[in-house]
């Protein structure tokens, strides 16, 4: 016994002693913030930017690793790194371990696509790099006084992230089964009655599961303003017992009855593609059209909004307070938000990812050819979207149903 | 050198890496659950993250359906491997069929979940067959077993993944008691199912137990299958504490650990019945 | 041409009470095979690994050729071990096995071929080249083994009990295989073996070691007839042993005085006598000399050869290995008359 | 009876020699034929989803042969070709570190009775039945600190925890049953410890320890809950590359990831099945 007790310990004294693995930044935070930038692109020749970001859509990873990373690496002399991962909050947990672990300098992420909660757990813990974001030369094309720009479910961004997407959630049905969806949440929740065992949604914490709860309940509070600003904990229990209750009231019209749920967005999308259900929804539109060309969604799969709004948000990039290469990462994050990269983003060829400039900023042609850019059948238009765009809760509302929803519908 | 220098020296590093890595990580993982953080300095004992582990909704439901899991698939795994194992040394034991029961010995476990989601789901390809055959018009009437309640694809998930780990460790204990015994007690008038029950089964018991609580213990820690087959609620330990220490709240990632420390006891728990089982034999003479 | 000599060589194992060889002092003489005889577990084992090197003594030392051996691993002692099970390493050929020895020390492959082909021919197995082990029979592998032994052309020769998994007969024609291959080449042998009659039958030398001591050494008939003490006889099989007196060439029995051909050694405490020695005659017959008692048959044991006879002659018990036709005579209960000739009593200590 | 009857009735059995025996052993080989079959199933739809895409219910055959998941396994953007060789590395890296340690410590175990042995077997077989979660999540920090986690190098250390244990009790098992006699009589034939090890010790071992090292990198190449928390999703296996496809709903390109992330195994399977059966010829020529 003594023995194993000395060796284990003896393992912890061993990572005691060891330096945190650090690698010299070659520019301290401050002077990133205020330098020219030129000198910051000099510093970040030759870096590696290990970038972090969801990793289960083939044309999201083909776009990074591909096009994105030849372009950097020409012109900037930058490697980019792709690490794709399963579900984001493992990068916030990464960034945590090594806060805990006395990581200061030298961390895993450089760079990493985020928003809502992870992007608040990330900033209120101070470990976000920020100040830079509205100082980067591509800045000037984002119109950082939209609120929606401004703020990332609620959490004011504050120049500790850079707007790269926009997204906005839509429903999708297949047009040979369903010719004609419901057009309101109301109408929508009395076709689920009327169509037994034909829907349901994802649980959470999927991140598109969410969100629909969340479109219930703003549809119970009346609409987004009545849950605006602040988590207060009175409107909140007001609000809830109305929409857990919708919620609850539905389950035996649910697949299943409700009895279980998806566990994540995919399942959803193969109950539709199968005919197990009649609807699916996503975040993000463009993964319809995308689902339709890679063979996950029927040829004749439709999307659409419900008239009373739908929720929309903005995705950006952040640079951890740790990020071993911070210069090399805000000369990519520069990059983003280039007019040019962000028309090949938005190339539904490419990606089809929303883009998260103010076209009003660019010169004509450049705003032309951002709509000239074609759309799939599949995928809802983007002016109908915008039309009916609702702003996103702030991330403690967004805590507070989710954990309400496990407590009382989804057990 | 002397012998006992010689024998230090080979079990030290196996000894070493096992208490460091192994017994280090548990006892660090313990530590944290109490607030004890050796890395950070911290120290200021709590029982917080128990109270929050123990405490999460569904968490006994979860710790109940895992047991009910590695009950049920440890049970149905062994019969079926047992059985594998003296069909195959009836049929004669063929080099391919030996090789095919195997297989899934190999097959990472992610491997054997998706494709039980594919075959065995309600728009699945039995499913399927089931619609061509008229047997079933929609998805819907396909009975349930994937994401359902009793988790019956997981447990066929590792059914498949286990019953070849139990048939190899039950045909190196026949090969090991050789068929002399059986034959003897044939000759002294047996018939060959009371020659089983009485003479080779009591000899290959102890493998074919310890080989069952191996599996028993496994199912416990094993994340990916009950996370590609398990319904939305209540979750199997693995897949809750793995949730619970990648959430965005802090506090609950000792509260993951203790989750995960309570499968860490009932393995305990598993290993002294195994040392209980292994008394008997020499070395333990199984591998997966 | 080389001796060994072994000086208060000592082994005593970790966590053991007593040593399991003490105090050992032994000669092997140059070019002489010398057998090491007694019951399993007395340490003749052990004295092997230490003189290969496979062991480190306790304390002692051996030394070959007038080399001590301390620091010398067990490669360059030239100390050959051939062991009970013939220890032929199954994944090589038969060549490949009796090769082995000079390809270890890099002689060049067709040396090897050939020195194994004349190694194999002197063992009489040419032919068998590239035959597995496991397709040998038992006398063929140890043939092998011994060929193997050979033909690194070894200072010393360790053979731990060669004979003792082979069929009777095979023994025999193993043990005058070794015996005529030492002969021929002259290496210095230690053979190691519990069978008493093996050990004197084919040695130059036999030491007696029991419980971890050299008990008696000498020439293998001398160490037969006459063995030092009486845990020597009993091992010899000897078990005709009188509690004895000795008033000069005289030993005081429970059977009287005896006659002895020769003075006593100092501290003899008892008589022993072979049990072929014993003369045996009709109770009536005439009685020549001294020596002589009466006593009652008590049991015949036909062995084939001889027939074992037992004696009451209040108030010890007498064996004699006598001639089937004197047994023929003789029924349990009959009366006769023990000789114990002078010259075949033999003095033991404790 | 057929030739092929009497040939399967190969295992000794006192009643062998009756027709009814014959029909049993072709039962035997039915019902193991068909236990195969159920084992071997969920790789069907497996097989089909890799050269299928938009497969919907009710289709029971897919609707057109597509090789575009083969495309995308193939491509350098997939990161897929870069983990199959970081798989490679990680589970080579791993058997290789296992059996440097593991096989001495095998040796001691299997060959040597000392006192402690029962704590030092215990601490082997606990990496098999006490789950790894909580034991990663203890290292987690520490290996942060080390600048372990998140790396290869930090992944395939942590693998050792399951692996060291089969490569130990395989070479255990694999020492029980060797004469250690053969290496004295190799010193005295002139061979040095380091010709004894490699020209007697490692051959007439290798058939056991290639199998404990098969395992080892099985039990490394199909690893998921260790990679998956010490890797922080920044060491992509292939179970981690399969999982992610599968929650992206790209049933194609994860079926073929799935055959993929067979493949050695299958290899290792038939590789470790003949070395076997060289050995137990070696062994049985000419009978023993």
Redesign the interface.
């Known amino acids: 016994m003594p023995?194993?007790f000395l060796?284990?310990?003896?393992?912890?004294a061993?990572?005691?002693a060891?330096p945190?693995?650090a690698e010299t930044v070659s520019l301290p935070d401050a002077a990133l913030t205020s330098a020219p930038f030129e000198t910051i692109t000099a510093a970040a020749r030759g870096q590696t930017v290990?970038f972090?970001l969801w990793?289960?859509?083939?044309r999201i990873?083909?776009y990074?690793?591909?096009p994105l990373a030849a372009t950097l690496k020409d012109r900037y002399g930058i490697t980019l790194n792709?690490?794709?991962?399963?579900?984001t909050?493992?990068?916030?947990?990464?960034v945590?371990?090594?806060k805990?672990?006395?990581?200061d300098a030298?961390g895993?992420v450089d760079l990493v696509w985020i928003n809502g909660?992870?992007f608040?757990?990330l900033k209120s813990?101070g470990l976000l790099l920020c100040g830079y974001a509205e100082g980067l030369p591509n800045a000037r094309h984002v119109d950082w006084t939209d609120p929606s720009i401004a703020n990332d479910f609620g959490t004011p961004v504050e120049g500790c992230e850079v707007p790269w997407s926009r997204a906005q959630f839509a429903m999708a049905y297949d047009s040979a089964r369903t010719p004609e969806p419901p057009a309101t949440l109301a109408a929508f929740l009395a076709w689920v009655k009327a169509n037994p065992?034909r829907f349901t949604y994802a649980?959470p914490?999927d991140f598109n599961g969410s969100a629909f709860i969340r479109h219930v309940f703003m549809y119970a509070a009346g609409g987004p303003e009545a849950l605006g600003g602040p988590f207060d904990q009175a409107r909140f229990d007001a609000v809830a017992e109305k929409a857990f209750g919708i919620l609850t009231d539905l389950e035996p019209f649910l697949?299943?009855e409700g009895?279980?749920?998806?566990?994540?967005?995919?399942?959803l999308?193969?109950?539709f593609?199968?005919?197990?259900v009649d609807f699916t929804f996503n975040y993000e539109p463009t993964v319809f059209g995308a689902?339709v060309e890679?063979?996950?969604f029927?040829?004749t799969t439709r999307s659409f909004a419900f008239d009373d709004g739908t929720l929309a948000n903005t995705s950006y990039v952040a640079i951890p307070f740790n990020a071993a290469h911070k210069a090399a990462a805000l000369v990519v994050a520069n990059h983003l938000i280039s007019p040019e990269e962000q028309l090949r983003k938005a190339d539904p060829a490419v990606w089809g990812m929303a883009t998260a400039l103010d076209l009003d900023t660019l010169p004509p042609d450049a705003a032309e050819a951002f709509r000239a850019l074609p759309r799939h059948p599949a995928v809802i238009d983007g002016e109908a979207l915008a039309d009916r765009a609702m702003p996103e809760l702030s991330a403690d509302w967004l805590?507070a149903i989710e954990a309400g929803w496990?407590?009382t519908v989804?057990? | 050198m002397t012998e006992r220098a010689r024998l230090v020296l080979m079990l030290a590093p196996t000894v070493a890496l096992l208490a460091g890595l192994f017994l280090g990580g548990l006892a660090l993982a313990a530590l944290r659950t109490v607030g004890i953080v050796p890395l950070a300095g911290r120290f200021d004992p709590t029982a917080e993250p128990w109270a929050r582990a123990l405490g999460a909704p569904d968490v006994l439901a979860s710790i109940g359906v895992t047991l009910w899991i590695a009950s049920a698939a440890t049970l149905v795994a062994t019969v079926l491997g047992l059985a594998a194992a003296l069909l195959l040394r009836r049929a004669g034991g063929g080099r391919l069929m030996t090789l095919l029961v195997q297989f899934n010995l190999t097959v990472p476990h992610v491997v054997t979940a998706v494709g039980l989601l594919w075959l065995l789901g309600q728009s699945g390809w039995i499913a399927r067959i089931g619609h061509g055959a008229g047997l079933i018009d929609r998805p819907a009437d396909f009975p349930v077993l994937v994401a359902d309640p009793a988790f019956v694809a997981v447990i066929l998930a590792y059914v498949a993944k286990e019953v070849p780990f139990v048939a190899v460790v039950t045909l190196a204990m026949l090969a090991a008691v050789g068929t002399g015994p059986a034959e003897t007690a044939r000759s002294l008038g047996a018939s060959r199912w009371q020659a089983f029950r009485h003479v080779t089964w009591p000899l290959i018991r102890p493998g074919v137990l310890a080989a069952a609580t191996v599996v028993f213990a496994f199912v416990l820690g094993t994340y990916e299958v009950p996370a590609v087959l398990g319904p939305s609620h209540p979750k199997a330990l693995p897949v809750l504490a793995y949730q619970m220490f990648t959430s965005n709240d802090l506090a609950d990632r000792p509260a993951a650990i203790a989750l995960s420390l309570v499968a860490a006891a009932i393995g305990v728990a598993c290993l002294m019945a195994v040392r209980r089982l292994m008394s008997g034999l020499p070395t333990l003479k199984v591998a997966r | 041409m080389t001796d060994v000599v072994l000086e208060g060589l000592t082994k005593t194992y970790a966590g053991a009470s007593a040593a399991a060889v003490a105090a050992v002092d032994l000669v092997l003489a140059s070019g002489t095979l010398t057998t090491l005889v007694g019951p399993s577990g007395c340490g003749k084992s052990t004295v092997l690994k230490l003189i290969a090197g496979l062991l480190p003594p306790s304390a002692g030392r051996v030394l070959i050729g007038g080399r001590s051996m301390a620091d010398v691993p067990p490669e360059r002692r030239g100390a050959v071990l051939m062991g009970q099970d013939h220890g032929l390493f199954p994944h090589m050929t038969v060549e490949a096995n009796v090769g082995f020895g000079l390809r270890m020390r890099g002689v060049d492959p067709a040396a090897i071929r050939r020195r194994a082909g004349e190694m194999l021919d002197l063992v009489r197995l040419s032919g068998f080249e590239t035959r597995r082990p496991s397709a040998l029979s038992g006398g063929q592998a140890q043939r092998v083994a011994l060929a193997r032994a050979l033909v690194v052309d070894p200072a010393v020769l360790l053979l731990d009990e060669p004979l003792s998994d082979l069929d009777p007969e095979l023994r025999l024609e193993m043990r005058d295989l070794i015996r005529s291959a030492q002969r021929a080449t002259g290496i210095t042998t230690l053979f190691v073996t519990h069978d008493r009659e093996e050990a004197v039958a084919v040695a130059d030398r036999t030491a007696v070691m029991l419980a971890g001591r050299i008990a008696q050494q000498g020439r293998p008939d001398a160490v037969f007839e006459r063995p030092a003490t009486r845990a020597v006889a009993a091992f010899f099989g000897i078990g005709n042993i009188l509690d004895a007196r000795f008033d000069g060439r005289t030993a005081v029995t429970a059977l009287g005085c005896l006659a002895l051909a020769a003075d006593p050694p100092p501290g003899a405490d008892a008589v022993v006598i072979r049990p072929e020695r014993i003369g045996v005659a009709a109770e009536g017959a005439a009685a020549s000399g001294g020596n002589r008692c009466a006593a009652t048959v008590v049991d015949l044991g036909y062995r084939g050869t001889h027939v074992v006879a037992t004696f009451r002659a209040d108030p010890v018990t007498l064996t004699a290995a006598i001639s089937s036709p004197i047994a023929a005579g003789l029924q349990p209960g009959d009366r006769v008359r023990l000789h114990l000739p002078a010259e075949a009593l033999h003095p033991v200590t404790d | 009876m057929s030739a092929v009857d009497l040939a399967a009735t190969k295992p000794a059995d006192v009643a062998a020699r009756t027709g009814r025996t014959g029909i049993r052993a072709r039962t035997a080989r039915i019902a193991t034929g068909a236990l195969i079959a159920l084992l071997l199933l969920p790789f069907v739809p497996v097989l089909l989803w890799s050269v299928t895409r938009g497969w919907f219910y009710p289709a029971i055959l897919p609707p057109a042969l597509d090789l575009a998941a083969w495309g995308v396994v193939g491509s350098p953007e997939s990161g897929i070709p870069a983990a199959v060789l970081r798989s490679v590395g990680i589970a080579l890296g791993a058997t290789v570190l296992s059996m440097l340690i593991g096989v001495p410590a095998g040796r001691a175990l299997g060959l040597h009775a000392f006192p402690g042995r029962r704590w030092v077997e215990a601490l082997v077989l606990a990496p098999l039945v006490v789950p790894p979660l909580a034991v990663a999540m203890g290292l987690h920090a520490v290996f942060l600190r080390l600048g372990l986690a998140g790396t290869a190098t930090g992944v395939m250390i942590v693998h050792l925890i399951p692996t060291l244990p089969y490569v130990v009790l395989v070479s255990a098992s694999v020492f029980s049953r060797f004469d250690p006699r053969v290496e004295d009589q190799a010193r005295t034939l002139g061979a040095s410890r380091l010709q004894v090890l490699r020209h007697v010790t490692v051959p007439m071992l290798a058939p056991g320890l290639a199998v404990a090292a098969l395992f080892a990198f099985l039990v490394s190449w199909s690893q998921y809950g260790l990679t998956l928390l010490v890797g922080g999703g920044q060491v992509p296996t292939m179970p981690l590359i399969l999982n992610q496809y599968v929650t992206a709903g790209r049933s194609d390109v994860a079926a073929a990831i799935a055959l993929l992330t067979v493949l050695p195994g299958l290899v290792a399977l038939v590789l470790s099945a003949r070395i076997l059966a060289r050995a137990s010829r070696r062994d049985g020529e000419g009978g023993r």
């Open positions: 023995i194993r060796l284990s310990t003896g393992l912890v061993a990572a005691l060891a945190a693995a290990n972090f990793g289960g859509d083939d990873n083909a990074v690793a591909g792709r690490i794709g991962v399963a579900d909050a493992e990068v916030v947990n990464q945590l371990s090594e805990e672990a006395g990581i030298g895993a909660e992870n608040r757990t813990g065992g649980a914490p697949w299943r009895a279980t749920y998806p566990t994540d967005i995919a399942q999308n193969a109950l593609a199968n005919s197990e689902g890679d063979g996950r029927p040829p805590d496990l407590r989804g057990r």
